[in-house]
């Protein structure tokens, strides 16, 4: 019983590097979103996917890409990072069978120096 | 303007000291309004999913409660267990089912 799991929990990156955060969930959950999370913002969507091969942008895609080839990944890829990007990440998957309250992970803690 | 906003931002109790936390809504429709918990470092956890005015949902020392307009989050002679950040979250009748977050209510119970 996984539930959502993402990696790493922890990264530094240089400006102008790339990664990909990388999470899984074994629930078989249709829906999986990608939310960062800053002091006083409370949790802003980045993207989203209803299902395999079906992606959409949410309130803050700027430099972020996502794909979702399995039901099960749904990695998130930084492209050029920047220190806008300093942030705690997390992903979450929902399903109707749950009534769509989400699951999320533990998170990921970036820090772009 | 915020579709959900919660209040107050923080909020410190003593033992015992029961409260409300408020989750107010302008989603023209509703299909749903949730309930998490986050403690610090951690992913919020789901507590609650209530979807129509009058509905209340109860969990230990806490109780949900809905209405057109907002969402309460009463919690009876809270503990220091208790402590934690207090997320709302709505989903809008006919749109995606992605909910939008409020920022939060950050609860501190001393002993």
């Known amino acids: 019983n996984a539930g959502v799991t993402q990696t790493p929990k922890f990264q530094v990156l240089k400006t102008g590097q790339s990664m990909t955060l990388q999470c899984a969930q074994d629930m078989n959950h249709e829906y999986m979103s990608w939310y960062r999370q800053d002091p006083g913002m409370g949790l802003r969507l980045i993207h989203y996917?209803?299902?395999?091969?079906?992606?959409d942008q949410g309130e803050v895609p700027n430099g972020y890409n996502v794909s979702r080839s399995t039901t099960e990944d749904f990695p998130l890829r930084l492209l050029s990072a920047a220190p806008s990007q300093t942030s705690v990440y997390f992903c979450a998957s929902n399903d109707r069978r749950q009534n769509y309250g989400y699951t999320f992970g533990s998170g990921t803690r970036l820090t772009v120096v | 303007e915020d579709q959900v906003t919660q209040s107050p931002e923080a909020l410190r109790l003593q033992e015992g000291e029961s409260s409300s936390l408020n989750c107010s809504y302008t989603v023209s429709g509703l299909r749903g309004l949730f309930w998490y918990r986050q403690d610090p470092g951690k992913g919020p956890e789901f507590l609650f999913t209530l979807y129509s005015a009058g509905e209340e949902k109860e969990k230990e020392r806490l109780k949900a409660t809905l209405t057109k307009k907002e969402s309460f989050l009463h919690i009876t002679a809270p503990k220091p267990e208790d402590s934690a950040t207090y997320l709302c979250a709505v989903q809008e009748a006919g749109g995606s089912y992605i909910p939008t977050f409020g920022r939060g209510t950050s609860l501190i119970v001393h002993p």
């Open positions: 996917s209803v299902g395999a091969g079906i992606t």
